[in-house]
């Protein structure tokens, strides 16, 4: 159990504004995009008080900014410190806001009392509190923030089928971790456990160990957070690993009570849903802190198909609505954040057919968007049977408050097929989707470790490049049931280093030489029987081609002259030149012969001249 430690009421004052600088005048300062933190006193309560703080209050702030406000929904934060003390109890209330906008702001805070009122919609009724410091100011400077810190570049939204950064034209390409979905499960984090070991057929097989990521304690730095005299240095130097390997995202359940690992969930136990684990939540906000530093997208999973009627039966009711609600509260404020509505949403075979309907799906996404001050992309993670996929997708097509597919699929080699018939589909229906290509099969296999598939040919090949050239958003590695190193258990993500590396090599390739956001998939120009090719008619073609010995490119649609280079999807670095370097538009050229490894696979990129 958490150590319970009460700080003094002259402690507690001392927390009321924090994150923020003070002028010599005390007016007090934060950083644009950076996270403000207030603190207000209000009516002692705790965890398990009869009158439940997480239910029966409401704290709401109302932020100002000359003809902008903002609404956001503070939480219950027992002792102000709860990451470091574990306690459950205080008299201390929170909010969190990153601002957007220089120059002044106000706030005003008002915290309500009543019964159940956290779910109501109608919150007016409801007795005021007074609480202190419930008003007030605050200046915002500059960041001065630089490189991937996501406080210097900005809020990721969806933005017709891509991720693009809010306030400027540059875009982002997501590549990352699917694996270990159980990443929450951490042993440095309060009251944290497995409940059982017992795994079904199709899911990857756990013992009663959660994870401790010891591999990589040496992968955290000095200066790195940790909470309560040293805890948290493996989960924050695998995050130091990834960003290393230039990935940029994790995938990581929320609740996965009932579901696969059964060690994840924000509660103070797992049989009350309607009160949280405050010091286990802050302590994820640390993670999530650093993580947001390091530009790693906070892939953020609510649910799983064994758990997504677990809430109100799949309804958007009273414990569904508290959950959705406590997670905006406490981490909507990150700017890189996706709302992911579930592993494999919708009635799967192995579940006897119970799992969400399309009303409920529909629901849950609209309550998501109306909530999140910040409005993050919403998505949902499909399930990989073609059929079953139809059956869910088809009915959220053009739906305004769904943003995209988490896609899994079983066969690496149609995912571009797959991800092209979507995005058309969705663009049809008037509301393009962005879709990452996030979990591949088969179930048992996903992304071997390097030992057993040094070089990835066929997730490089298939997966990696058949669906980023065919216009996804990203892509995400998921490791399997049946590996050493699961989708459940593996500690060390230094066992697929080679596949970051590859990755690291697709999204280098994208972020510097194509405007792909502007591009379209036609791979029937290619002349081969196998390609992809992402393009900007008459500017820009980007191919993979598999098993290169010769290729042709159709360029009658296109005029002047084009330079070819080559890239090497496996090694990356700078661009090559082979035996053809200018092809002209007008009808179909050959590429020529690449500049070494003849019969293996290559990227060609082809540019208009200047």
Known sequence: ??????????????????????????????????????????????????????????????????????????????????????AEAGNVWQVRFTPDRTGEWTYAATLYKGDRIAVQDDYSSGEQIPISNSTGAFTVMPSDKSGNDFRAKGRLIAYEGYFKYRDSDEYFLKAGANSPENFLAFIGFDDTYRMTAESR????????????????????????PTWQDGKGKGIIGAINYLVSKGMNAVYFLTLNIRGDGNDVWPYATPDDFTRFDVSKLEQWEILFQHM????????????????????????????????????IARFGHHLALVWNMGEENGPAPWMDGVGQNDVQRKAMAKFLKENDPYKHPVVV???????????????????????????????????????????????????????????????????KADT?????????????WGSLLSGAAGVEWYFGARSVHN?????????????????????????????????????????????YCLSKTDEVYALYIPDYTDATLDLSKASGKFQVH?????????????????????KEQSLGTPPSRTGEDWVILVRKSS
Request: hydrophobic letters at 35%; a negative charge; glycine letters at 8%.
């Open 452 to 464: 057993a598939d040094i070089n990835h040919p066929t997730l490089t090949r298939y997966v990696l």
């Open 1 to 86: 159990m958490k150590n319970l430690h009460f700080i003094t009421a002259t402690l507690l004052s001392l927390l009321l504004l924090s994150n923020c600088d003070f002028t010599e005048k005390n007016e007090m300062t934060v950083q644009k995009r950076h996270i403000l933190t207030l603190s207000f006193e209000g009516p002692p309560s705790s965890e398990s008080d009869a009158d439940n703080p997480f239910l029966n209050y409401r704290l709401l702030v109302e932020f100002q900014h000359e003809g902008t406000m903002k609404m956001v929904r503070g939480f219950y934060a027992a002792d102000g410190n709860a990451a470091e003390t574990g």
């Open 381 to 447: 993670h499909t399930l990989p049977d073609e059929k079953l996929k139809v059956d869910v997708l088809s009915d959220l097509l053009g739906y305004e408050y769904l943003d995209g597919i988490s896609l899994q699929h079983h066969d690496r080699s149609d995912v571009a097929s797959v991800v092209t018939h979507w995005k058309a589909k969705s663009k049809i229906a008037g509301h393009p989707w962005l879709i990452t290509m996030d979990e591949i099969g088969m179930w048992y296999t996903g992304a």
């Open 566 to 586: 080559w890239y090497d999807p496996f090694d990356g670095g700078a661009l090559q030149t082979g035996a053809i370097e200018e092809v002209t538009g007008g």
């Open 201 to 224: 057929e199709g899911e990857a097989q756990t013992d009663q160990g959660i994870h401790d990521y010891q591999a990589h304690v040496s992968d955290w730095q000095g200066g790195d």
């Open 292 to 327: 947001q530093a390091k530009g790693m997208l906070l892939h953020v999973v609510l649910q799983e198909t064994e758990n997504e009627t677990l809430l109100d039966d799949g309804d958007l009711g009273p414990m569904r609505r508290l959950y959705l609600q406590e997670l």
């Open 487 to 531: 989708d459940l258990t593996s500690e060390d993500w230094r066992q697929r280093d080679r596949l970051w590396e590859i990755t690291n090599h697709a999204k280098t390739f994208f972020q510097d030489y194509l405007p792909y956001w502007e591009m379209q998939a036609q791979h029937q120009l290619i002349g081969s029987e196998q390609g």
